[in-house]
Each structure stands twice: as C-alpha cells, then as structure tokens.
C-alpha cells in the first residue's frame, strides 16, 4: 500500500447485526476497488486492533478477508484472501483462547483443526493455495466462518452463547432508544 493512498477506517459491526449471519457473495474480480477494500479492512483490523477481520464485519457482503497474526513488536504480516475455500483440514486439533471484532469483550477457548490448506484469489487476483498452521490456521477458520455466518460463539455450549447474544441484543435495544 503506497503512501500517498488514503485508507477508511470503518465501523465494525456487532451481533445482533444480521449481515453477520448471511453467507457473503463471491468476489467476481480483483481489481482496485477491492484493493482498496482490503487495505481498508486492514487499517480497520489494525486500528481495533485485531488479527483478523471479514467483509462481513464492516457490512459488507463479498467474501473477502484479511488477516495478521505478528504482535505489536514484529514486523507487519498482513494477509488478504479473496473467495478463501478451505480445501482441507488436518484432524489433529489445537485449542486457542479465540475473540472477535464483532462480539467485543467476549473470549472463549475453541478447538479447530491445527493445519488448513486454503485456496483463494490473492491481492492481484492470482489463484492462490496455501498450507498453514498454528495461530494462522485458527485465525482463516475464523474469518470463513465469518464468511458463512458462523461466529466463534457457535462453537460453545448453546447456553453461554444464548448468554451472550441475549446481553448484546440487550445493549443494543438499550442504545436504539
């Protein structure tokens, strides 16, 4: 992203917003406006700051995310993925202390599959096919799922995630009036 490009800080949307449950639209082309998108996205990500963030999140429906897992003191990782597809996953599993954007001061532990191997249109619009693991591998599921409408908190117990969607539905009402 050059210097002389002015990037928008968008809102992030929380639950209940229902744009958060709909299965987002393929990406038809990569071209500047979606450039511009996700280096959008990015300064967004990392103004919450978060690691991960979907189309969906911002209101927007395409399935596009963005994603950097380096902390305050590594050098900048960012990650975009146009029509990400999990291709495969490995069946050995790993559990990580997961958060979102969208459900703020929410964190659970959530078990997803240590390797993924992801397919998707890179920033030019080169098909791309990547085999990743670690915190990376938690972090693309996450943002897919975004992509489906699945959240992190669908992963609980149906009772802790009524709990929380009842206590954001709650705030907003209470903020609606």
């Excluded at 103004?47 to 429906?61: E, K, N, T, Y």
């Excluded at 409408?149 to 954001?168: A, E, H, N, P, T």
Aim: proline letters at 7%.
């Amino acid at each position: 992203m050059s210097a002389s490009v002015m990037t928008s800080i968008y809102p992030i949307l929380t639950i209940p917003e229902s744009v958060l449950r709909e299965t987002a639209e393929p990406v038809e082309l990569v071209d500047d406006d979606l450039r511009k998108l996700m280096d959008d996205m990015l300064a967004t990500m990392y103004d919450a700051p978060g690691v991960g963030l979907a189309a969906p999140q911002i209101g927007i429906s395409r399935r596009v995310i963005v994603m950097d897992p380096a902390r305050d003191d590594e050098e900048p990782a960012p990650l975009v993925m146009a029509n990400p597809v999990i291709l495969d996953r490995s069946e050995e599993m790993r559990i990580q202390e997961e958060g979102c954007l969208s459900i703020p001061d929410v964190t659970a532990e959530v078990e997803r599959p240590a390797l993924t191997r992801v397919a998707f249109l890179d920033r030019e619009g080169k098909p791309q096919e990547s085999e990743i693991d670690g915190i990376l591998s938690t972090i693309v599921q996450h943002e897919v799922d975004h992509l489906n409408g699945v959240l992190f908190i669908d992963y609980l117990s149906r009772l802790k995630r009524d709990m929380i969607v009842r206590k954001f539905t709650k705030q907003k009402r209470a903020t609606a009036i």
